[in-house]
């Protein structure tokens, strides 16, 4: 049986980790701006996903997932299948909701933020089912 304590323990963790997520992505479209991306969105939802950041730069428009964990290993990790499975609907949502990005060479970013301050910007990090 729970606790009213470890209830709001749990709901503690939940809100650092989102407030964590929150920073991460922050970190992450700062950085992709300093290497000459255009931020497109942030936390862009659907009915069947999100995507943490749409970037673009020249003809290349990637939909950015942004992984936060102590070590770059655990973060490669967290990134499961039916998590790029979601990404990719949603990104064809985005494409179906702006049109004159259609021609665009599509692409699937990961950005990996490990502490202390590690980041690493892997682009085409996968590629979705045909």
Do not use: C
């Not at 069947?48 to 290993?73: C, H, I, N, S, T």
């Amino acid at each position: 049986i729970r606790t009213r304590k470890n209830n709001n323990q749990a709901a503690a963790g939940r809100l650092a980790a989102y407030s964590r997520g929150l920073a991460a992505e922050r970190t992450a479209a700062l950085l992709l701006r300093l290497k000459g991306y255009k931020i497109l969105a942030r936390r862009y939802k659907t009915p069947v996903g999100e995507v943490d950041l749409v970037v673009r730069r020249g003809p290349v428009l990637a939909f950015v997932e942004v992984k936060a964990r102590q070590r770059k290993e655990e973060a490669l990790q967290a990134l499961t299948p039916s998590m790029t499975m979601r990404i990719s609907r949603a990104a064809h949502y985005f494409i179906a909701a702006h049109p004159q990005l259609a021609g665009l060479q599509i692409r699937f970013d990961l950005v990996v933020m490990a502490s202390p301050w590690r980041w690493d910007h892997l682009d085409n990090a996968w590629r979705p089912p045909p």
